[in-house]
Protein backbone atom coordinates (compact mmCIF):
# COMPACT_ATOMS: atom_id res chain seq x y z
CA UNK A 1 0.00 0.00 0.00
CA UNK A 2 1.63 3.55 -0.35
CA UNK A 3 2.75 5.50 2.29
CA UNK A 4 4.59 9.02 2.52
CA UNK A 5 6.13 9.29 5.71
CA UNK A 6 7.32 13.03 6.84
CA UNK A 7 10.08 13.94 9.06
CA UNK A 8 12.73 16.67 9.86
CA UNK A 9 9.69 19.44 11.13
CA UNK A 10 10.67 21.39 14.70
CA UNK A 11 10.97 23.96 16.44
CA UNK A 12 13.03 27.28 14.93
CA UNK A 13 13.56 30.72 15.47
CA UNK A 14 12.90 33.46 12.29
CA UNK A 15 15.38 33.46 9.77
CA UNK A 16 16.38 29.92 10.53
CA UNK A 17 16.25 26.60 8.59
CA UNK A 18 14.85 23.48 8.44
CA UNK A 19 14.68 20.19 5.93
CA UNK A 20 11.84 18.24 5.69
CA UNK A 21 11.79 15.00 3.88
CA UNK A 22 9.23 12.81 2.81
CA UNK A 23 10.15 8.91 2.17
CA UNK A 24 7.25 7.31 -0.39
CA UNK A 25 6.48 3.59 -0.39
CA UNK A 26 4.13 1.23 -2.43
CA UNK A 27 3.95 2.88 -5.86
CA UNK A 28 6.99 3.95 -8.80
CA UNK A 29 7.90 6.66 -7.10
CA UNK A 30 10.05 8.01 -10.08
CA UNK A 31 6.97 8.18 -12.46
CA UNK A 32 4.89 10.69 -10.08
CA UNK A 33 4.86 14.14 -9.62
CA UNK A 34 4.99 15.24 -5.40
CA UNK A 35 3.25 17.65 -3.57
CA UNK A 36 4.36 19.99 -0.47
CA UNK A 37 1.88 21.44 1.47
CA UNK A 38 1.11 22.88 4.77
CA UNK A 39 -1.90 23.91 7.08
CA UNK A 40 -2.04 26.54 9.68
CA UNK A 41 -4.20 26.43 12.66
CA UNK A 42 -7.73 27.82 11.67
CA UNK A 43 -6.75 27.80 7.55
CA UNK A 44 -6.80 25.89 4.92
CA UNK A 45 -4.37 23.87 3.66
CA UNK A 46 -2.14 25.04 0.61
CA UNK A 47 -0.15 24.01 -1.64
CA UNK A 48 3.79 25.49 -1.19
CA UNK A 49 5.48 22.97 -3.81
CA UNK A 50 5.39 20.75 -6.99
CA UNK A 51 8.13 18.98 -8.18
CA UNK A 52 7.78 16.69 -11.88
CA UNK A 53 9.23 13.90 -12.56
CA UNK A 54 11.34 13.08 -14.61
CA UNK A 55 12.23 16.19 -15.54
CA UNK A 56 12.64 18.04 -11.96
CA UNK A 57 10.33 21.02 -13.01
CA UNK A 58 9.56 22.65 -9.94
CA UNK A 59 6.84 25.21 -8.90
CA UNK A 60 6.10 27.46 -5.59
CA UNK A 61 3.51 29.10 -3.80
CA UNK A 62 4.37 32.60 -4.16
CA UNK A 63 4.69 33.23 -0.31
CA UNK A 64 7.94 30.72 0.02
CA UNK A 65 9.29 31.67 -3.91
CA UNK A 66 12.99 32.25 -3.20
CA UNK A 67 12.94 31.16 0.25
CA UNK A 68 12.21 27.30 -0.19
CA UNK A 69 13.39 24.73 -2.15
CA UNK A 70 11.90 21.01 -3.74
CA UNK A 71 13.82 18.70 -4.60
CA UNK A 72 13.66 14.81 -4.83
CA UNK A 73 15.70 12.12 -5.16
CA UNK A 74 14.61 8.94 -7.03
CA UNK A 75 16.87 6.39 -6.02
CA UNK A 76 15.79 7.01 -2.45
CA UNK A 77 11.88 7.98 -3.09
CA UNK A 78 12.57 10.65 -1.10
CA UNK A 79 11.27 14.18 -1.61
CA UNK A 80 12.88 16.77 0.21
CA UNK A 81 11.83 20.25 1.06
CA UNK A 82 14.78 22.99 1.93
CA UNK A 83 12.82 26.03 4.02
CA UNK A 84 15.49 28.94 4.33
CA UNK A 85 14.60 32.52 5.91
CA UNK A 86 11.86 31.01 7.93
CA UNK A 87 9.14 33.36 9.22
CA UNK A 88 6.31 33.14 12.01
CA UNK A 89 3.74 32.92 8.96
CA UNK A 90 5.34 29.71 7.70
CA UNK A 91 4.51 27.82 11.01
CA UNK A 92 1.84 24.75 9.81
CA UNK A 93 2.13 21.44 9.39
CA UNK A 94 3.68 19.89 6.48
CA UNK A 95 2.49 17.25 4.60
CA UNK A 96 3.83 15.43 1.21
CA UNK A 97 0.88 14.06 -1.27
CA UNK A 98 1.24 12.24 -4.83
CA UNK A 99 -1.60 11.84 -6.73
CA UNK A 100 -2.04 8.17 -7.95
CA UNK A 101 -4.24 7.04 -10.57
CA UNK A 102 -7.36 6.42 -8.76
CA UNK A 103 -7.07 8.71 -5.67
CA UNK A 104 -4.46 11.15 -3.68
CA UNK A 105 -2.57 9.91 -0.51
CA UNK A 106 -1.21 12.08 2.11
CA UNK A 107 1.45 11.30 5.11
CA UNK A 108 0.91 11.95 8.45
CA UNK A 109 2.53 15.86 8.45
CA UNK A 110 5.10 16.90 10.45
CA UNK A 111 5.03 20.23 12.73
CA UNK A 112 7.67 23.36 11.84
CA UNK A 113 7.09 26.14 14.25
CA UNK A 114 9.20 29.54 13.78
CA UNK A 115 9.16 31.14 17.27
CA UNK A 116 11.46 33.25 18.83
Known amino acids: QVQLVESGGGLVQPGGSLRLSCVAS????????MYWYRQAPGKERELVATITSPSGSTNYAGSVKGRFTISRDNAKNTIYLQMNSLKPEDTAVYYC?????????WGQGTQVTVSS
Open 26 to 33: GFTFSRYA
Open 97 to 105: RVLGPLRDY
